[in-house]
């Protein structure tokens, strides 16, 4: 059973970092490719804005290139996803899934920038 557990969010100020994790199980981790996602309040999607290739390789959405960096432990069956510069409008609910998506999702982690 897939099972994504996403942590790490919380409130923080506009300038400010948080490192999220997203712990994986029940699917080979090491040869999926891994995406963050996330969900602003009265959103009906979430979207996609960054994924990471088993191989290592990197894309990151326009709206959070070069302050976000995402990375991966196969040997934790882990992706984190570093935020720094945060902005208000990177105030979201944050998931992660597997590429191409598993029906499954997780439960997200609540990130909120505000002074």
């Known amino acids: 059973q897939v099972q994504l557990v996403e942590s790490g969010g919380g409130l923080v100020q506009p300038g400010e970092s948080l490192r999220l994790s997203c712990a994986a199980s029940?699917?080979?981790?090491?040869?999926?490719?891994m995406a963050w996602y996330r969900q602003a309040a009265g959103k009906k999607q979430r979207l996609f804005f960054a994924?990471?290739?088993?191989?290592?390789?990197?894309y990151y959405d326009a709206s959070v290139k070069g302050r976000f960096t995402v990375s991966r432990s196969d040997a934790n069956n882990t992706v984190y996803l570093q935020m720094n510069s945060l902005k208000p409008e990177d105030t979201a609910v944050y998931y992660c899934?597997?590429?191409?998506?598993?029906?499954?999702w997780g439960r997200g982690t609540q990130v909120t920038v505000s002074s």
């Open positions: 899934n597997a590429l191409p998506n598993f029906n499954s």
């Open positions: 029940g699917f080979l981790f090491s040869e999926s490719d």
């Open positions: 994924r990471i290739a088993r191989g290592g390789r990197t």
